[in-house]
């Protein structure tokens, strides 16, 4: 029998790619696939987890068995969604990539190209990890993740402080788009912990039963 060392726990995560619109079809977007906040939602469920909420920008990927979905488009709308329910959950992991501008206006038709060049006005979406940072309760664990192309380890660190954290997983953009796991788990304390695995599954496995032993 599984052990279910997420009894009496609810666990919010979030996932995807956040598309920023500026006319009815197109938007800025980026690479994330979304299986590891995916992975990590099913994996809570299976780990026991009392309720399993997956707040999902746009990913090609099917609602895990067991996990309460939420779609969302923009960071806007996953801030929202975040806000209004981040004081149910006792875990909370933020794993979307997350579009940190969005365009300034969006036109309500498609843009025409009547111009040689053009620029596109973008102004700041909000963090939604700094925000949960600041309204975290006692009891309650947020973890985030890093995405850094250079200086991984201390990016990641620098993060965790300004955000207010109880970990981050550091890992290299490489992750993207294969099956291959490498990272770091990082606790606010300093812990640093390797993560090697051949599957995001296996990953988000393994993170959960780091961290688990931390707190
Ligand atoms: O984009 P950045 O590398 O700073 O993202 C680090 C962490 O912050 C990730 O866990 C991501 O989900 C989260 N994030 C967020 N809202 C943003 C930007 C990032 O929740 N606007």
């Known amino acids: 029998i599984m052990p279910k060392p997420l009894k009496g726990k609810k666990v919010l995560i979030t996932a995807g790619a956040t598309r920023e619109f500026f006319d009815p079809i197109r938007y800025i977007s980026n690479a994330s ?11 809570a469920y299976i780990l026991g987890a009392d309720e399993v909420l ?31 329910n981040i004081n149910n959950f006792d875990i909370i992991i933020m794993n979307a990539a997350v579009a940190d501008f969005r365009p300034a206006i969006k036109s309500n038709q498609k843009l025409k190209k009547d111009k040689e060049s053009t620029t596109l006005n973008l102004e700041p979406n909000p963090d939604i990890l700094k925000e949960t940072g600041k309204l975290k309760k006692e009891n309650q664990i947020l973890i985030g ?8 380890l201390q990016n990641s660190i620098d993060k965790l402080k300004r955000k207010n954290l109880d970990f981050i997983v550091a890992n290299d953009l490489s992750n993207f788009s294969r099956d291959f ?9 300093g812990k ?4 090697k695995e051949n599957s995001k599954e296996e990953a988000a496995y393994r993170i959960f039963n780091l961290f688990l032993q931390q707190i």
């Open 33 to 43: 696939s979304g299986q590891m906040g995916y992975s990590l939602a099913r994996m």
């Open 54 to 84: 997956l707040i999902s920008a746009p990913t090609n990927l099917k609602k895990p068995y067991g996990v309460n979905l939420i779609n969302v488009i923009s960071a806007l709308e996953m801030y929202n969604k975040v806000m209004e």
């Open 145 to 152: 993740f890093a995405a850094e192309s250079e200086n991984i």
């Open 181 to 189: 796991y490498e990272g770091i788990l990082i606790s606010k304390d």
């Open 192 to 195: 640093k912990i390797e993560i």
